[in-house]
């Protein structure tokens, strides 16, 4: 089993900036992949960034690109997510998942077999 734990969400206004963090403990030798997704009320889980807990290139979602930033330390076992330029669209309930297959990180949500409880995240002014 592997447990995941986000921090780092909050209050921020339009234009402004969070880090996200997730802390994963138990069986993390067997993690392949972490991702951030994030649900709004009323819509689908939607896929926000992920990277290889063994290095290459991250992936993020489309409406993020350019805006935020997802880095591991393996050290810590931390994923982070940092999140600049925030727009109102940006709120949601920000989720830490991790995956256990081979290949590429996966965008698919039903392909993560942890998931941490979530951070909330308002952007408003």
């Known amino acids: 089993q592997v447990q995941l734990v986000e921090s780092g969400g909050g209050l921020v206004q339009p234009g402004g900036s969070l880090r996200l963090s997730c802390a994963a403990s138990?069986?993390?030798?067997?993690?392949?992949?972490m991702g951030w997704f994030r649900q709004a009320p009323g819509k689908e889980r939607e896929f926000v960034a992920a990277?290889?807990?063994?290095?290459?290139?991250?992936l993020y979602g489309d409406s993020v690109k350019g805006r935020f930033s997802i880095s591991r330390d393996n050290a810590k076992n931390t994923v982070n997510l940092e999140m600049n330029s925030l727009k109102p669209d940006d709120t949601a309930v920000y989720y830490c998942?991790?995956?256990?297959?081979?290949?590429?990180?996966?965008?698919?949500?039903?392909?993560?077999?942890?998931w941490g409880q979530g951070t909330q995240v308002t952007v408003s002014s």
């Open positions: 138990g069986s993390i030798f067997s993690i392949t992949a």
């Open positions: 990277v290889s807990w063994r290095g290459g290139m991250p």
């Open positions: 998942a991790a995956d256990r297959s081979t290949g590429s990180p996966p965008k698919n949500r039903y392909l993560y077999d942890y």
